[in-house]
């Protein structure tokens, strides 16, 4: 039997979280939290659409971690401490077997983060999940697109385009579900906050890539007002993606996929060794290029330039 708004609710969002910051969570008209003194709060918000953000059908597990994810990989790229999210649910019905398994893929992660939902909406229509997270910083030690110097070193974290690969394989009908490795990095992101957290202090400037590292790469350097030499013979390819695809393609891959929502950074050259070494015990980083004094991003390969496509994802292009 359906569910009303209410029970909706409560049956599925009003866990306890344990934090002592909640002084007042889901169920009334508003939150009421506790910021630390002398930290900034750091808020992010990201709406996910089906058919546009989630294939039709996708498990509904897949879609509560992701629209908790990409959120959480916002603030790990300002190297934010994540506290407390707020949910809006669109749904064409309010059933147990969709509800149940959305609820526990959004919360298994929510948990591993401590990470508290503290509020929310629900309504009836196309089938929308928009989250809303904050966290904290100090004002001095948060990260920002803004920053990079010419000379500083470009880097990349893990391996960017498995997850763009998974959806394409999704699509092409290629997929055999969750049980595909680059399936399961399309679906279950994992957001770098600990990779976040040691380039507090230490990253001249860094952004989380959602929409395809070469387009990402042109925004930060817009915001940092510099431009970047991009080594294409130095993008990390995984070993399942090379496996699957050919070298062309999975570049393509590695250019243009996003939803890896992996950490592109700077660092002083002087710095970079040091950063490299402590990030490795976290996870691969790759040295991928330089930013320099010139405006644009000019891709290279064997020292020698090189036209390369992978504008990025664009809503209303």
């Known amino acids: 039997m359906p569910l009303g708004e209410f029970d909706l609710i409560e049956r599925y969002f009003s866990r306890g979280s344990g934090r002592s910051d909640v002084l007042l969570g889901v169920g009334d008209d508003a939150a009421l ?12 918000v990201d709406t996910l659409v089906e058919g ?34 707020l949910l809006s649910l669109s749904l064409p019905d309010s059933g147990d077997a969709w509800l149940q398994p959305f609820a526990a893929g959004l919360y298994a992660l929510a948990e591993r983060h401590g990470v508290a939902l503290v509020g929310g909406d629900t309504v009836r229509g196309p ?4 989250v809303a997270v904050m966290g904290f ?13 010419p ?33 399961r990095r399309y679906r279950y992101a994992e957001p770098r906050l600990a990779l976040g957290r040691l380039l507090r202090g230490r990253a001249s400037a860094a952004m989380d890539v959602s929409d ?8 930060l350097c817009a915001a940092s007002a510099v ?15 090379a496996r699957r695809h050919e070298a062309k393609a999975c570049e393509q891959f590695v250019l243009s996929g996003g939803d890896d929502y992996e950490l592109l950074f700077t660092v002083p050259a002087d710095r970079a060794a040091g950063v490299e070494n402590d990030a490795a015990r976290l996870l691969p980083v790759h040295r991928i290029g330089v930013i320099e004094a010139a405006a644009g991003v000019r891709c290279e390969r ?16």
């Open 137 to 149: 910083v100090e004002p001095g030690l948060a990260l920002r697109r803004a920053g990079a110097q």
């Open 302 to 317: 064997d020292g020698r330039e090189e036209q390369c496509g992978g504008a990025g994802y664009d809503h209303f292009a």
């Open 212 to 219: 395809g590292l070469l387009g990402d790469l042109r925004k």
């Open 33 to 44: 939290l506790e910021v630390p003194a002398g930290r900034a709060l750091v808020a992010a």
């Open 52 to 85: 546009r953000h989630f294939l039709p059908g996708a498990p509904p597990e897949s879609i509560g971690h992701q629209a908790l994810a990409v959120n959480l990989s916002d603030l790990a790229a300002m190297g934010a401490d994540p506290a407390w999210a």
């Open 127 to 130: 089938r929308v999940v928009t």
């Open 227 to 241: 431009g970047a030499r991009l080594a294409l013979d130095r993008l990390p390819v995984s070993t399942e993606l």
């Open 151 to 183: 000379g500083d070193v470009l880097f990349i974290s893990g391996w960017p385009g498995e997850a763009a690969a998974g959806l394409d394989a999704l699509r092409g009908g290629a997929a055999r579900g969750d049980d595909d490795p680059l399936v």
